[in-house]
């Protein structure tokens, strides 16, 4: 079993940057077979996903958010990182980290894993 969790502050001012974690714990993917990235969910709203990126690095971004956002590993490889930058209240959402068999997930798929999800709040 793989456990994903995210992490971050609840509250962000507009103009400021989200920084976001995934933890990643549990039994080891077939970690070739994944895609690892981050998808959010507006109040009211549809499922966002915001880019990913394999566990070899490469990286691939909505082109909607390509220019405000960056997605990384960390070296241990256990954890991996959002920023959005620039962030205004439009960006409140409940985020969540995934690791994915589609590189652009609509919904969730029975052999991924999601973090149960984290809300972030926009506000000044």
């Known amino acids: 079993q793989v456990q994903l969790q995210e992490s971050g502050p609840g509250l962000v001012k507009p103009s400021q940057t989200l920084p976001l974690t995934c933890t990643v714990s549990?039994?080891?993917?077939?970690?070739?077979?994944?895609?690892w990235g981050w998808i959010r969910q507006p109040p009211g709203k549809g499922l966002e996903w915001m880019g990913a990126?394999?566990?070899?690095?490469?990286?691939f971004y909505s082109p909607s958010l390509k220019s405000r956002t960056t997605i990384s590993w960390h070296t241990s490889k256990k954890q991996f990182t959002l920023q959005l930058s620039s962030v205004t209240p439009e960006n409140t959402a409940v985020y969540y980290c995934?690791?994915?068999?589609?590189?652009?997930?609509?919904?969730?798929?029975?052999?991924?894993?999601w973090g149960q999800g984290t809300q972030v709040t926009v506000s000044s």
């Open positions: 995934a690791a994915t068999k589609d590189l652009m997930p609509r919904t969730r798929n029975e052999d991924d894993y």
């Open positions: 549990g039994d080891s993917l077939t970690t070739d077979l994944y895609y």
């Open positions: 990126m394999t566990f070899g690095g490469s990286v």
